[in-house]
């Protein structure tokens, strides 16, 4: 089965920040790159995205949940990186297995870690920034503790294009609200300006978008964006985390 071309580049868009990084996925750079220069697609770019462990199992998770037979299918890369209604499907038992069998997590942290994690993945929507802040051991090539900032990066950020350096991809400023430490444990802070890159999707100011690891992502409109606030502050809110900048 050919793989939906949009959802693929919308996907790749999502995964290039954390590989380019060598956090996550295959190390392909160089080929992830052209691709989403190009804004072109084939079986080599889902043969690379399938290298994304993670990623590829929830595609998979929620594509299966919704008969939807392609995982790249846009409805189902959505779902997986700011939500849509398809995370409905999945009940909260389904996700609790999914995450700590499926991921080695018994193997990888203490047994009360474990628990803890299943009961705040049973109350959580199963989609990327939920798996970043409740397994909070980075889960790609480094078995790492997440901390403030990685988590703040790593989850999905969205925010207004507030101006765009004529001629550059590396000055895209946006207002956005980062993730900080609070008394309760994790909450969404003030507004503040911060500089993302953005080789690939012109933007303008004005325009609502998401953001990855330092890295622009996509144009979303403004259901989407208030979509992806409630989840996200649904997640932080069970999170029970405590982390300070270097640890939790």
């Known amino acids: 089965m050919k793989a939906d071309s949009a959802g693929l580049l919308r996907c790749a868009r999502y995964a290039f920040a954390p590989n380019h990084y060598s956090y996550c996925g295959p190390e392909r750079q160089k080929d992830l790159t052209a691709y989403l220069s190009g804004a072109v697609t084939d079986q080599g770019l889902s043969d690379i995205l ?43 038992r389904q996700y609790t ?80 609200r980062p993730v900080i430490p609070s008394a309760a444990g994790l909450e969404l802070g003030l507004p503040v300006i911060r500089i993302f890159r953005n080789p690939f999707l012109p933007v303008r100011p004005g325009d609502l978008v998401t953001t990855h690891w330092g890295y622009v992502c996509d144009r979303i409109n403004r259901l989407q964006m208030h979509r992806l606030e409630a989840l996200t502050n649904r997640v932080l809110g069970i999170s029970g985390l405590h982390p300070g900048p270097d640890g939790l």
């Open 97 to 176: 297995d999914f995450v700590t069998d499926g991921f080695g997590l018994k193997r990888k942290i203490k047994p009360d870690s474990v628990s803890r994690i299943r009961e705040r993945v049973s109350r959580a929507a199963p989609f990327h920034t939920a798996h970043v802040v409740h397994i909070f051991v980075r889960t790609g090539h480094r078995t790492l503790i997440h901390t403030a900032s990685t988590i703040d990066a790593c989850r999905i950020g969205w925010g207004e294009v507030t101006a765009v350096r004529s001629g550059s991809h590396d000055e895209i400023r946006v207002r956005t």
């Open 50 to 92: 399938h290298g994304f462990e993670t990623l590829i199992s929830y595609l998979r998770l929620i594509a299966g949940a919704s008969h939807i037979a392609d995982p790249f299918d846009p409805r189902v890369v959505e779902a997986y990186w700011i939500g849509n209604r398809l995370l409905n499907g999945i009940s909260p």
